[in-house]
């Protein structure tokens, strides 16, 4: 089983940069896939980035892929979102998530996190 608790998120402005955690815990995730996802009111869970744990290529959504960068730390047990000019429409709940298959953009992930609200003002 798998534990995952992201953190970091919050009100900021538009412009602003914001950078989320997610803390994973339960298993060896070294080959596991990892990857960020939100979902604003009424709308469907979209995907945001996606890589495997460790120094590797990462995949986009083509919405986000010029101001968002997803990454780990050097234990793969934290993995990143670090998120600059923010927009009003990136009001959302974003959620980590951990697969076993990779990306997380073609294949459902196995565990999500509760995820955390992020909020941009114009």
């Known amino acids: 089983q798998v534990q995952l608790v992201e953190s970091g998120g919050g009100l900021v402005q538009a412009e602003d940069s914001l950078r989320l955690s997610c803390h994973a815990s339960?298993?060896?995730?070294?080959?596991?896939?990892v990857g960020w996802f939100r979902q604003a009111p009424g709308m469907a869970r979209e995907f945001l980035a996606s890589m495997r744990w460790g120094p590797t290529a990462a995949v986009y959504a083509d919405s986000v892929k010029d101001r968002f960068t997803i990454s780990s730390n050097d234990d793969n047990n934290v993995v990143y979102l670090q998120m600059n000019s923010l927009k009003p429409e990136d009001t959302a709940v974003y959620f980590c998530?951990?697969?076993?298959?990779?990306?997380?953009?073609?294949?459902?992930?196995?565990?999500w996190g509760p995820g955390t609200q992020v909020t941009v003002s114009s």
């Open positions: 339960g298993r060896d995730l070294s080959y596991f896939a």
């Open positions: 998530a951990v697969g076993q298959a990779y990306p997380l953009s073609r294949y459902a992930p196995d565990w």
